[in-house]
């Protein structure tokens, strides 16, 4: 792994633990690593994949830029979510919830693969 792979990956480790206390304010649930058993990370794959009511779940970091509005941003975080489902269903890989989650401003997107 590369110094600019490793950076990276620490950045989305820091935005993961901004996901996870936000999700946990918010829902008044935490995730845990429990039911995320068995499921490696693999190139292609989420981001992370934590558990969540016991189930697997996968969260995709994204950032959104240039978007105007609500409606723009919603149709982009779409897009980026249908891309990953199509990608994920494709390859076989992931077939459980993912949430994709803008890093930047811990807002997301249920999809189900």
Same mark, same amino acid.
């Given at each position: 792994?590369?110094?600019?792979?490793? #950076?990276?990956?620490?950045?989305?480790?820091?935005?993961?633990?901004?996901?996870?206390?936000?999700?946990? @304010? /918010?829902?008044?649930? $935490?995730?845990?690593?429990? !039911?995320?058993? !068995?499921?490696?990370?693999?190139? #292609?794959?989420?981001?992370?994949? /934590? !558990?969540?009511?016991?189930?697997?779940? #996968?969260?995709?970091?994204?950032?959104?830029? *240039? $978007?105007? =509005? $609500?409606?723009?941003?919603? =149709?982009?975080?779409? !897009?980026?979510?249908?891309?990953?489902?199509?990608?994920? +269903?494709?390859? *076989?890989?992931?077939?459980? +919830? /993912? =949430?994709?989650? =803008? *890093? +930047? @401003?811990?807002?997301?997107?249920? /999809?189900?693969?």
């Amino acid at each position: 792994m590369s110094n600019k792979e490793r #950076g990276k990956r620490m950045v989305e480790e820091m935005a993961l633990e901004n996901v996870i206390d936000t999700f946990a @304010a /918010i829902t008044d649930k $935490t995730l845990t690593d429990e !039911g995320s058993d !068995g499921f490696s990370r693999v190139e #292609g794959s989420p981001d992370f994949i /934590i !558990g969540f009511d016991s189930k697997p779940l #996968g969260i995709e970091l994204a950032e959104v830029r *240039g $978007t105007k =509005d $609500t409606e723009a941003y919603l =149709d982009e975080v779409s !897009g980026i979510a249908w891309k990953k489902h199509d990608s994920y +269903q494709r390859r *076989g890989l992931f077939k459980n +919830q /993912i =949430d994709v989650v =803008d *890093g +930047q @401003a811990i807002r997301g997107l249920h /999809i189900y693969c």
